[in-house]
């Protein structure tokens, strides 16, 4: 795991102390060791860096940036091959000798000897660029999920990008203006790192599954492409109990892979069925390993899940590693939590997951397995009902439909009259959406923005992406789906995990999150997915029986790591009453409206929502980037 750093500029130097500088800001990535090569030709210079994470192979040999046998490619690489064993064998095969045990050197032969079809044979996390000396271009190349960032900023003289949004910033030199857009979506949907782009006008995000390719010549002209589809294709044919046999295996397999390292491991454990999943999968492979586990505890909170941790801790017998978080600390932490993020982000349960990394790091551990993803191959969370909904609508299986809503509904969490706002939602077309948002609460333009002046900033209200596609009728739960694989939804979690492990100079690895796995699931029946009596990731499930304990696969009140939020705010809100003024420079926020709303939510004037937190958050996230 690692940081990478690079710039192409025409006509001119590159200034090596600037780009050491900007490297030296990456080092938590890599503290192992850092590193940077330059590279010229005819129009200009190229310099790639490299911070290392030594996790594969610890020797100097599997430092970067690495060249390949035939110094043709060179590479600079973040992420872990976990099957770059296997590969190394077909390598080996076809004659070539490895000079190490690292899966860098693996990626680069690879990259070697089959090109770009070399990626449909990864099983990994990454974020890599190749250099083509002969063909004078660059290959820059995201994985299928997103686990690993890339963040570029692209004109027809320059090109630069980096693992964190910080240091391509430091590379621009120059004030960035932000993306007022993303800071609408944001601020009154909550929606972020879902597109290519940022929070700055000027920097964009490679989606999952992308490439991007440079050609570096005396103008810099460059493509985007799609190298890796999820398909959602029905297998119609199979059954449920050879579902969850086949699912069974492929997980196990996943375990096994993502186990494949030369530092210590440990176990993010919050209680709920994919931590204790990973936990317990890892416990049926290896009976006599030592198991570490980190788990976040809410103490004298509803949200407190100790009790089920404990219970998975004691039956696989593992050693277990607890933090509390009060109020006091989260307000103490939270400009550098913002500032280690990059961007704002979307509650308090980020903060949890940060210390519970920190816990990881001071316990001596280097890598974290965790279970997300889970929820978005699965549909989990609620189950997505309005896409069952639609599905069941689509196909006209009308008594089914009822039928599940009733026994959707009778689920803790659940009622009826949340059932009936999906069912509108599903059945709304996207011209009457926003109308419909304000029925139900979500106006997309509130008292507090100021509608007139979103039109100075060409801001517009875009419909939710519900992943629909009209070719795929009965199948909207799984287009929503994908969707939340590689857009809405889980783009902003790996966001989260990667910058508060990489803050700590730890690794994350989500064992869920391998190309096949999520075939599979997307290609199961929805039913499989969510049962007719309304029971979320029901294959999954089943797939675990037996190595999971019952009591916490037939689990109804699954929370996760989340804090108490709004005793968290209200602590916040009274040291600093005026924490929210820097979100006067966004101008179509009407200031002393949207301070009302904030002071009559801490008040308890107003029902809490997600709404405080993210004004707190792009407040002093506005403060941090105004000082830089």
Known sequence: MCGILGKYEINNTIDNSLFAEALFNLKHRGPDHQGFESYENNYGNLILGHTRLSIIDLSESGQQPMISKNGRYHIIFNGEIYNYKEI????????????????????????????????????????????????????????????????????????????????????????????????????????????????????????????????????????????????????????????????????????????????????????????????????????????????????????????????????????????????IELANDLAELISAQGE??????????????????????????????????????????????????????????????????????????????????????????????????????????NKEKLKNYNIKFNSYNKGYHKNHKGRSLIEILKSSLIGNGLMNLLRHSDRNSMYWSMESRVPFLTS?????????????????????????KSAMRGIVPDEILDRKDKIGFQTPELDIMKHIYESNKNVLEHLKSIHFINFELCKKEYEDMMNGNKKYTFLAWRLLNLSIWLKINNTK
């Open 88 to 327: 190394r064998f077909e390598l080996s095969k076809e004659g070539i000798i490895f000079k190490s045990d690292s899966d860098t050197e693996v990626l680069i032969e690879a990259w070697s000897r089959w090109g770009m079809s070399c990626l449909d044979m990864l099983k990994g996390m990454f974020a890599f660029v190749i250099y083509d000396i002969e063909k004078n271009n660059l290959t820059c190349i995201r994985d299928p999920f997103g686990i690993k960032p890339f963040y570029y900023n692209i004109n027809s003289e320059k090109f630069i990008f980096s693992s964190e949004i910080s240091t391509v910033n430091i590379l621009l030199q120059s004030s960035t203006d932000f993306n007022y857009q993303t800071i609408y979506n944001y601020l009154v949907f909550g929606h972020y790192d879902n597109n290519a782009s940022t929070f700055y006008k000027n920097i964009s995000n490679l989606m999952p599954g992308h490439y991007l390719e440079v050609e570096l010549g005396n103008t810099i002209n460059y493509k985007i492409g799609k190298w890796f589809e999820l398909s959602t294709k029905e297998n119609s044919k199979i059954s449920f109990i050879e579902a969850s046999e086949k699912l069974r295996n492929l997980f196990l397999e996943n375990i096994k892979l993502h186990m494949r390292s030369d530092v210590p491991l440990g176990i993010a454990l919050s209680g709920g069925v994919d931590s204790s999943a990973v936990a317990c999968a890892v416990r049926s492979l290896y009976p006599e390993l030592e198991i570490n586990t980190f788990t976040y505890v809410a103490k004298n909170s509803d949200l407190d899940e100790e009790n089920w941790a404990d219970k998975i801790n004691m039956h696989i017998n593992a050693k277990p590693h607890k933090i509390i978080v009060n109020p």
């Open 344 to 449: 704002p982000f979307g509650s308090s349960s980020i903060y949890a997951q940060y210390r519970v990394f920190k816990l990881a790091k001071q316990s001596g551990i280097t890598v974290l397995l965790e279970g997300q993803g889970a929820d978005e191959l699965f549909a989990g969370y609620h189950g997505y009902p309005g896409s069952r909904i639609k599905s069941l609508i689509e196909t006209k299986k009308f008594l089914k439909l009822l039928l599940f809503i009733h026994n959707w509904s009778k689920w803790p969490g659940r009622n009826y009259k949340k059932a009936f706002v999906h069912f509108f939602q599903a059945i709304t077309p996207e011209f009457l959406e926003a109308n419909a948002l304000k029925i139900i609460g979500r106006d997309p333009f509130p008292s507090w923005i």
């Open 516 to 540: 096949d796995m999520a075939e599979f699931a997307l290609s199961l029946p929805e039913n499989y997915l969510i049962s007719e009596k309304g029971e979320t990731k029901s294959v999954f």
